[in-house]
């Protein structure tokens, strides 16, 4: 049960990672690109659009991970601990602090992306909370696969 909420997790990170990215390049691409340019094929989608994806599929992932920390704290953080992977250990707290992190920001999220729809002052902040979760994503990401690499689930 645990690889099968593991393989899903990280389903659910990849459609994430492709969200947020696509989110992100449509955000700080410039307004007046070239149509049929690699910027302007990303503004000929409303990076709006994405928003309440981006903010379910963080949600499910982030609950996903929950239930397989679980087994990570009992099976797998002894061994690591053990052999001495101290910095991977330690690159994964940061990971959990940055999934904390990225939980509490969706709501400003959220609401920049909505309010920007009425009132188009919030583009400055949407941005930075865009580019934010974009790094936690994928440092997440990149973490998460870094740490089954080292040792791997249920090895």
Not at 38 to 54: E, L, N
Request: glycine share 12%; charged share 10%.
């Amino acid at each position: 049960m645990p690889t099968f909420v593991l393989i899903l997790h990280g389903l659910i990170a990849v459609a994430l990672l492709g969200a947020i990215t696509h989110q992100t390049l449509a955000t700080f691409a410039p307004a007046h690109a070239r149509p049929g340019s690699f910027f302007g094929r990303f503004r000929g989608v409303s990076a709006g659009a994405f928003t309440d994806g981006i903010v379910v599929l963080y949600v499910v992932s982030a609950l996903l991970g929950a239930i397989v920390y679980l087994s990570f704290r009992t099976d797998i953080r002894p061994f690591l601990e053990r052999a001495g992977y101290w910095s991977s250990l330690g690159l994964f707290d940061i990971k959990e602090h940055f999934s904390s992190i990225g939980l509490g920001l969706l709501p400003a999220y959220w609401v920049c992306w909505r309010r920007s729809r009425v009132a188009g002052d919030a583009g400055r902040a949407r941005a930075i909370l865009t580019a934010t979760l974009a790094f936690i994503v994928w440092w997440n990401f990149l973490i998460g696969h870094i740490l089954n690499n080292t040792r791997g689930f249920g090895g």
